[in-house]
């Protein structure tokens, strides 16, 4: 079965400071990867994705994440962060299951930028 | 841009009531989901739809039912809403083709008494 699993609840880091947040996968065949972006009281947000290509993924708002298929990890990173980007981040995977095209949410990790 | 919209920000709803949940989208797409988000616990798909008067269950639709009565339209049914359903709910949508990402409405909040 597909799944993925965010082992953070929580991530703290200062202004200016780069961030990760970390998002591992288990997929069976190629995975399709997310990134997605709440704000408070709001929807989810599009970040980025991962169908193939360059394992270095560039996104909105500055953020790129790295695919690793040898470590099943696909961790969103931003080389600077913003007391604005404090949200919570989902990763995501697409599950074809069924022949149905959906995405499994991880938990969701809480980023918090200080100033 | 894709537009998702939820009839309501917030709800307040007492137990034993029939609520109805509504999400339009503007972009043609195929698919259709409901998910509910609670802390903790991310998103869980209730129920989803793939075709006009189409509906398959996701991980969590005891309690719920759906309607998909146009394109656009995908509407979330509390039979009898319960404490427990208390929770954001979110809808989304998206095209049949596997690239392309799901895009999300701002979210109903829901509180039963």
């Known amino acids: 079965a597909q799944s993925v699993a965010q082992p953070e609840d929580q991530v703290n880091v200062a202004e200016g400071n780069p961030l990760t947040v970390k998002c591992t996968y288990s997929v069976s065949g190629n995975p399709y990867l997310f990134w997605y972006v709440q704000y408070p009281n709001r929807g989810l947000q599009f970040l980025l994705k991962?169908?193939?290509?360059?394992?270095l993924v560039k996104g909105s708002y500055g953020f790129e994440a790295e695919f690793n298929k040898s470590q099943t990890s696909f961790h969103l990173k931003k080389p600077s962060a913003l007391v604005s980007d404090s949200a919570l981040y989902f990763c995501?995977?697409?599950?074809?299951?069924?022949?149905?095209?959906?995405?499994?949410f991880g938990a969701g990790t809480r980023l918090a930028v200080h100033p | 841009d894709v537009k998702v919209t939820q009839s309501s920000r917030y709800l307040v709803k007492r137990t034993g009531e029939k609520v109805f949940l509504e999400c339009v989208q503007d972009?043609?797409?195929?698919?259709m989901f409901w998910y509910r988000q609670d802390p903790g616990l991310g998103l869980r798909l209730i129920y989803f739809?793939?075709?006009?008067?189409?509906?398959e269950k996701g991980d969590i639709p005891e309690g719920y039912s759906v309607s998909r009565e146009k394109k656009e339209r995908f509407s979330l049914i509390l039979e009898s809403a319960s404490t427990n359903q208390t929770s954001m709910y979110l809808c989304?949508?998206?095209?049949?083709?596997?690239?392309?990402?799901?895009?999300f409405g701002p979210g109903t909040r829901l509180l039963v008494l």
């Open positions: 995501a995977v697409r599950d074809f299951s069924g022949g149905y095209n959906k995405l499994i």
């Open positions: 989304a949508s998206s095209s049949d083709i596997i690239q392309e990402t799901q895009y």
């Open positions: 739809s793939y075709d006009v008067k189409m509906k």
């Open positions: 991962y169908i193939t290509g360059d394992n």
């Open positions: 972009m043609d797409h195929e698919n």
